[in-house]
């Protein structure tokens, strides 16, 4: 993490020009001034010095960020705003707030994976009777968050990936097997197990020997961004000794978010043993799949897709051009760039579920976007988006919402492309 010069030394170099008006999805939607990037930095400021206390009040502003970065990418003085933002949440985090006790128990939760798979299961499968009329003898407080992750997350998978994998990934058609280490995150585990095994597919066909622990730990991005440093870093530590011993000189996922943050392990927590090389090994799959010039299949995939940029691939990782190079490789399939592709769409992960109302309004200038394109299929390369990007299907703008090496896989598949 930055020392503390560095930090207050980003909160004295805001100018207040207001070219993160503009960009901004949440001032779009709530024209206020404390939605904005030159709000937060003067507010942190005032707070690094005395002049404000900690407050509901306080924490709420700071939970009104999407961490989308479109304010990074118009600062002329480069601040990194996402970093203050996160500072200030993990300061504020013992302040009782509605979202306090979703992160202190995911916290408590997610560093026991195996809680977590029956807690989180439990959770979504109530939300989902819950919303198709059922009723359950539940507290007040557990029905309105099982009600709201009934409604915004699909429901879990009766045979996650990591449950039905066979744990020899054998390399096809070569006879000197390459390895690849591959980082199910918690999303594709349980909600899209068929990306994983796209992936593994794409990566198996191509030679490689795809090498996967035994049981999914979450990267701890959801919790370092709601203000859980200790228990993200736990987390961290967690992962890191998990892949120890594979062997893997690359590490690559299909997640935006957990490349995002596992590739800021080194820095965030310099002093985890193996955390600064851990780092250096991680690659999205998109852009692994172009680096090492991967084949496709001999079969088309005759479609029309469009592509949304995920904002922790895009702006935060500069991933822009490899996932559409894997969409245009593929021999068939035709990509409709949509207008404002690399607009956040409203999803970052928890904010969906603590402020689904302000994420819909985000997410509807998002499928304007889309419906303008012509087509149904959606490509992208977060799960997160991916969640709220199926909104849409209820607003029948958007078919199908995939992952560009599902596509990729695609073309392995004789007489199914049509």
Not at 60 to 89: G, Y
Not at 176 to 198: D, L
Not at 262 to 281: M, N, T
Request: aromatic share 6%; with cysteine.
């Amino acid at each position: 993490m930055r020392s503390e010069a560095e930090y207050n030394d980003y909160l004295r170099k805001c100018i207040r020009c207001s070219f993160c008006q503009p960009v901004c999805p949440l001032f779009a939607e709530l024209r206020e001034e404390s939605t904005l990037a030159r709000a937060k930095v003067r507010l942190a400021k005032d707070f690094s010095v005395g002049k404000l206390q900690q407050t509901v009040r306080l924490k709420e502003l700071f939970s009104l960020c999407l961490d989308c970065r479109a304010c990074e990418s118009v600062c002329p003085a480069n601040i990194p705003v996402h970093e203050i933002v996160q500072e200030m949440r993990g300061k504020l985090q013992n302040v009782s707030s509605p979202d306090k006790k979703l992160y202190k128990t995911a916290g408590a939760v997610l560093t026991r994976p195996r809680l977590a798979r029956s807690l989180a299961s439990t959770i979504i499968t109530i939300g989902n009777k819950l919303n198709r009329g059922g009723n359950f003898s539940l507290t007040k407080k557990v029905v309105p968050l099982a009600r709201q992750a009934g409604e915004v997350f699909p429901s879990i998978t009766e045979v996650p990936f990591l449950k039905g994998l066979k744990r020899s990934n054998q390399a096809e058609d070569t006879d000197q097997k390459k390895k690849v280490g591959y980082f199910v995150g918690c999303a594709t585990n349980y909600f899209y197990p068929h990306v994983a095994q796209a992936a593994v597919k794409v990566l198996g066909k191509n030679g490689y020997h795809v090498l996967i622990p035994h049981e999914t730990i979450c990267c701890g991005l959801p919790l370092y961004s709601g203000g859980e440093h200790q228990s993200a870093r736990k987390l961290a530590a967690q992962v890191i000794e998990q892949f120890q011993d594979l062997k893997a000189e690359v590490i690559v996922t299909d997640c935006a978010g957990c490349s995002l943050h596992l590739k800021e392990y080194g820095r965030l927590w310099p002093d985890i043993p193996g955390s600064v090389e851990f780092s250096s090994r991680i690659q999205d799959i998109s852009w692994f799949i172009v680096q090492e010039k991967l084949k496709t299949g001999p079969y088309p995939v005759p479609w029309n897709v469009t592509y949304h940029d995920p904002c922790h691939l895009g702006r935060a990782q500069g991933i822009y051009a490899e996932p559409r190079q894997v969409l245009t490789g593929i021999k068939g399939l035709n990509l409709i760039e949509m207008e404002e592709s690399n607009r956040c769409c409203g999803g970052s992960g928890l904010f969906s579920l603590t402020k689904p109302e302000l994420s819909t309004r985000v997410l509807a200038r998002k499928l304007q976007n889309i419906k303008k394109t012509g087509t149904g299929l959606v490509a992208t390369s977060c799960p997160s988006c991916r969640i709220q990007l199926e909104r849409g299907i209820k607003h029948q703008v958007v078919e199908q919402v995939v992952h560009p090496v599902e596509l990729m896989a695609k073309t392995w598949d004789e007489g199914v492309n049509k």
